[in-house]
């Protein structure tokens, strides 16, 4: 079992194409599509109606597909710094329009989408006095203006990480 287990650590350790990225870029494009498919109105498969619980679950998964492309980009990064991987030329030609400054704008135009998206759920709120509200037609509101708000801060906080990373570049990689 131990010899197994440290093997199968192994592959994976070296390996995070198959540990973070394929997995991350699965979850974010079914997150994605299911969450845009179930944004507008309650959908029906048969018997079985989605509706905004599935929003909800979809918003998970294209967060949590985006922290696992993320820690592919920052395993890989690591592992060609120590030399435990070779240099990847595909990889070097992405960080030149994968900058600092175009992480910082994406993530700040999605935290102020997820502002907008706040301040209209809570203007709406405050039409009815503070009181209750049709939850469905709200989460519809809530739930992308969070994921905007959580993407958002992540790009920018994965993005200054990526820099901090970049730091300590060597022999011209990632230039």
């Given at each position: 079992?131990?010899?197994?287990?440290?093997?199968?650590?192994?592959?994976?350790?070296?390996?995070?194409?198959?540990?973070?990225?394929?997995?991350?870029?699965?979850?974010?494009?079914?997150?994605?599509?299911?969450?845009?498919?179930?944004?507008?109105?309650?959908?029906?498969?048969?018997?079985?109606?989605?509706?905004?619980?599935?929003?909800?679950?979809?918003?998970?998964?294209?967060?949590l597909g985006y922290q696992s492309v993320a820690f592919a980009f920052f395993t890989k990064?690591?592992?060609?710094?120590?030399?435990?991987?070779?240099?990847?030329?595909?990889?070097?030609?992405?960080?030149?329009?994968?900058?600092?400054?175009?992480?910082?704008?994406?993530?700040?135009?999605?935290?102020?989408?997820?502002?907008?998206?706040?301040?209209?759920?809570?203007?709406?709120?405050?039409?009815?006095?503070?009181?209750?509200?049709?939850?469905?037609?709200?989460?519809?509101?809530?739930?992308?203006?969070?994921?905007?708000?959580?993407?958002?801060?992540?790009?920018?906080?994965?993005?200054?990480?990526?820099?901090?990373l970049g730091l300590g570049r060597h022999r011209g990689e990632?230039?």
């Amino acid at each position: 079992w131990s010899d197994g287990w440290r093997h199968l650590r192994f592959l994976f350790l070296y390996s995070p194409r198959w540990l973070f990225l394929y997995p991350g870029i699965l979850l974010l494009a079914v997150g994605t599509l299911l969450g845009l498919w179930v944004l507008p109105e309650p959908r029906a498969i048969g018997t079985v109606t989605l509706d905004v619980h599935t929003l909800l679950y979809a918003a998970v998964a294209v967060t949590l597909g985006y922290q696992s492309v993320a820690f592919a980009f920052f395993t890989k990064i690591f592992a060609i710094q120590e030399g435990l991987m070779p240099t990847d030329p595909r990889f070097n030609k992405l960080f030149k329009y994968a900058t600092l400054e175009v992480g910082l704008c994406i993530g700040f135009t999605l935290v102020v989408l997820g502002i907008g998206g706040t301040g209209w759920a809570f203007s709406e709120w405050g039409e009815s006095s503070f009181g209750e509200l049709e939850p469905t037609k709200m989460l519809r509101v809530i739930i992308p203006a969070a994921l905007s708000l959580i993407l958002g801060f992540q790009i920018v906080l994965s993005s200054f990480f990526l820099s901090v990373l970049g730091l300590g570049r060597h022999r011209g990689e990632f230039d």
